[in-house]
């Protein structure tokens, strides 16, 4: 489930400013960096790289030695780009970039990992500040989206699945029931959020 059979980097690298941008500067990229057939898992010329266990993912870093270094001034004196603005790199996608090292694996089960992190990391600001400390995360796992698109967005999705998955089944043991955990788990959830509504409506009406 998403491993790689060697360390890849994600192509944030030195150029990671222009790689978070979308629209047309984005298919750009992407055309230019599927423009020939990868070395590494032998996509063809036009298709996305995949992983070893056949999920797409980011261009190999063979792929992106063989198509050269990325024409962004010529396409601005063509007029196809505007010029160069400075992002800041959101702080998931470091997690990510941090995760892919830490275990040497795809950017779907990165993200997944770095999504986690994120909970993890907050855990005293979802108990005392609640609606707050999720609308972070939100917009933080907002952000991830927009640059990894619809489809490595499904694919962080599935492997998040996967992980709870596997985590219930190890929870509840080789006699257990995981989906019952599950059911359950889901329950406790809604029935305390729900007894945190009420407390906080009560203090509202005073």
């Not at 694919?155 to 043991?173: E, I, K, Y």
């Not at 995981?178 to 788990?185: I, R, S, Y």
Request: glycine letters at 8%; proline letters at 5%; one cysteine or more.
């Amino acid at each position: 489930m998403g491993v790689e059979n060697g360390s890849q980097s994600i192509p944030w690298g030195g150029e990671w400013r222009r790689h978070l941008r979308s629209g047309p500067e984005m298919d750009l990229v992407r055309s230019w960096m599927r423009r020939v057939e990868c070395p590494t898992c032998e996509a063809a010329a036009g298709r996305a790289c995949r992983t070893a266990g056949g999920r797409p993912t980011s261009e190999h870093r063979a792929r992106r030695d063989a198509v050269g270094r990325i024409p962004y001034a010529k396409w601005q004196e063509e007029g196809l780009i505007p010029e160069q603005r400075t992002y800041t790199i959101p702080a998931v996608l470091k997690e990510s970039v941090t995760a892919r090292a830490d275990f040497n694996v795809d950017t779907a089960l990165a993200d997944g990992v770095a999504v986690v992190r994120m909970f993890l990391a907050d855990r005293l600001g979802l108990l005392l500040q609640g609606e707050e400390a999720m609308d972070r995360i939100d917009e933080a796992v907002r952000q991830l989206i927009e640059v990894r698109g619809p489809v490595g967005t499904a694919d962080m999705v599935t492997v998040l699945a996967s992980l709870v998955t596997a985590l219930l089944s190890a929870s509840a043991g080789p006699d257990g029931d995981p989906e019952a955990l599950f059911d359950m788990v889901i329950r406790a959830q809604v029935d305390t959020a729900r007894t945190i509504q009420k407390i906080q409506r009560e203090r509202a009406e005073g």
